[in-house]
């Protein structure tokens, strides 16, 4: 209820502040370990299980479960390689800097823009090379444990899918905050306001 476990965001000010490879590495497996991504997994494992992708999977809930392990680890694989093993490699800063202001469709403009851009440790703006070889690597992994979706056209697919869920998550990176702010502590407060009055009386 109004808290969304983070460790890849950064306020702007951190962009000229370059991490370690250990430090890109730790960020990469707290974010796939922790409960969120459970939720994603379980989400896109019944999108496929009403798709009936990969059939051999089989319906119910023994196809369910192999849907939802195998989402898993597009999941983890695919963070862990973007967020971790190819920033470290590339020398790229995997965090994403929130900018926190400015008007809402700009906003939106950069925070999905940050699949294609990214900073090097020693500052420039290059290709998001990490965010697309790291998915890329993801997909083509899943070539082994999806009998029925492999090939180039799968691999793409999969890449393509795993880089909009990225783009996604950025957007709520950057206004999440602002809803929390506006919806939650509002809430809050007005709670804290009726418990107040009701205490008076």
Do not use: C
């Not at 107040?196 to 009386?201: P, V």
Request: without cysteine; glycine residues 10%; neutral net charge.
């Amino acid at each position: 209820m109004g808290v969304l476990p983070n460790y890849r965001t950064a306020p702007k000010s951190a962009e000229s502040t370059p991490i370690s490879a250990r430090h890109k590495l730790t960020i990469a497996s707290k974010d796939s370990f922790d409960y969120p991504i459970y939720f994603v997994s379980a989400a896109f494992a019944g999108i496929y299980q009403l798709e009936d992708q990969n059939p051999s999977f089989g319906q119910g809930l023994k196809g369910y479960a192999h849907r939802l392990g195998t989402s898993f680890a597009d999941q983890t694989v695919g963070n862990m390689m973007t967020e971790g093993v190819m920033p470290a490699l590339l020398r790229e800063d995997p965090r994403y800097f929130r900018q926190g202001e400015g008007g809402v469709w700009a906003r939106i403009w950069y925070a999905g823009s940050r699949v294609m851009v990214t900073r090097t440790d020693g500052g420039r703006t290059v290709f998001n090379f990490s965010e697309w070889i790291g998915n890329g690597a993801a997909a083509a992994l899943g070539n082994w444990y999806y009998p029925e979706s492999r090939g180039l056209d799968a691999t793409f697919e999969r890449t393509y899918t795993e880089v909009a869920t990225d783009a996604l998550s950025q957007e709520l990176k950057e206004f999440w905050p602002d809803i929390k702010r506006k919806w939650f502590t509002h809430h809050d407060k007005s709670g804290a306001s009726i418990a107040s009055s009701a205490s008076q009386h």
